[in-house]
């Protein structure tokens, strides 16, 4: 299936409003390993997709490349195509380092049977109608120190719900990542 080509250009606009603020996950990633060199080895998740590794390989070493701080953009570009095996690394870690992890979830459309019950003590799931909601809940979710996580999935957004979504609110979910040294990601 091909990614929705209006829910791309809607996404590009975003980044460029945003500026340096927002990155694909393939573009930390290379951030990463250029800052740190010789940290970690790479592997391929993917064919051209470089992972760090950090205690393990695949979607738990993009988990574990996430910087602190940071708005993390991470495209799936489709049903089946990883957002749910990065959720399950993510919720599996947090649970392994007593952390707790909110996902904001636009269409409320998470079904728990694909992850294990202990990973999901540290969760705070959150369905949100549109990706306004689930925005404006990622900012009240983002003061709270509770979380060291903070997951918008907002695969089931619609254009209209991106561009409704004031860049303004992207800069200052950023500013408080980066204030509380929290870790956001966008699935789109």
């Known amino acids: 299936m091909k990614p929705n080509n209006s829910k791309l250009v809607a996404l590009e606009a975003i980044r460029r409003e945003l500026g340096g603020k927002v990155r694909s996950g393939r573009e930390l990633l290379e951030e990463c390993e250029r800052e740190d060199s010789g940290a970690a080895a790479p592997i391929a998740a993917a064919p051209g997709v470089p992972i760090r590794e950090e205690g393990g390989g695949g979607l738990e070493g993009l ?64 369905g949100c109608g549109n990706l306004a909601e689930a925005a404006a809940a990622f900012d009240v979710v983002a003061r ?45």
């Open 63 to 126: 988990v574990a490349g996430m910087r602190r701080g940071r708005l993390a953009e991470i495209l799936v570009p489709g049903p089946s195509r990883g957002g749910g095996l990065f959720l399950a690394a993510l919720f599996a870690r947090a649970r392994r380092e007593g952390r707790y992890v909110a996902l904001l979830d636009v269409g409320g459309g998470l079904s728990v049977d694909g992850f294990a019950a202990r990973d999901l003590e540290s969760l705070l799931w959150v």
């Open 144 to 188: 709270d120190e509770n979380f060291d996580w903070i997951v918008l999935d907002g695969r089931d957004a619609t254009p209209e719900d991106w561009r409704a979504v004031r860049s303004a609110l992207w800069r200052r979910l950023a500013g408080h990542l980066r204030e509380r040294g929290a870790v956001g990601a966008v699935l789109a």
